[in-house]
Each structure stands twice: as C-alpha cells, then as structure tokens.
C-alpha cells in the first residue's frame, strides 16, 4: 500500500498530491507508466514519482562537457 506523504497515511484522493488516472491524458499516463512512475489503474501520490519523471528531461539538458 502507497502512502501518502502528507499525512502518512493511504495514498488516496484524500491526499493532496493524488494524482488519479482520469486526471491525467492517455499519452501522459502510458509514458509515465512505462518509465515505472505512475500506476495507470491506482493513481499515485508521490513527490518522487513526479521528480522521477521529470528526471529525463534534466538529464538530457544538463552536459558536463567543458
């Protein structure tokens, strides 16, 4: 079971970073699942996972090349 960060308890609509999967576009849905950070049938309710999705794109505009 999910918890939500917030108030520690069942990640649900009741909490406030609940994202649930009508809430949400097919293709934002089907390309956040497929990189493991959205649960197209539960939804989700984690900092973590919004940062893990944005990850690629900061990845791809950071370059350590001098």
């Known amino acids: 079971m999910k918890k939500c960060p917030f108030n520690h308890e069942e990640c649900s609509s009741e909490c406030a970073l609940f994202i649930a999967p009508e809430d949400i576009n097919e293709h934002v849905s089907a390309r956040l699942t497929s ?15 919004l ?8 990845f791809e505009k950071t370059s350590t090349r001098g």
Do not use: P, T
């Open 35 to 49: 990189i493991g950070v959205f649960d197209k049938e539960n939804g989700l309710c984690s900092l973590k996972g």
């Open 51 to 58: 940062a893990l999705a944005s990850s690629r794109q900061i």
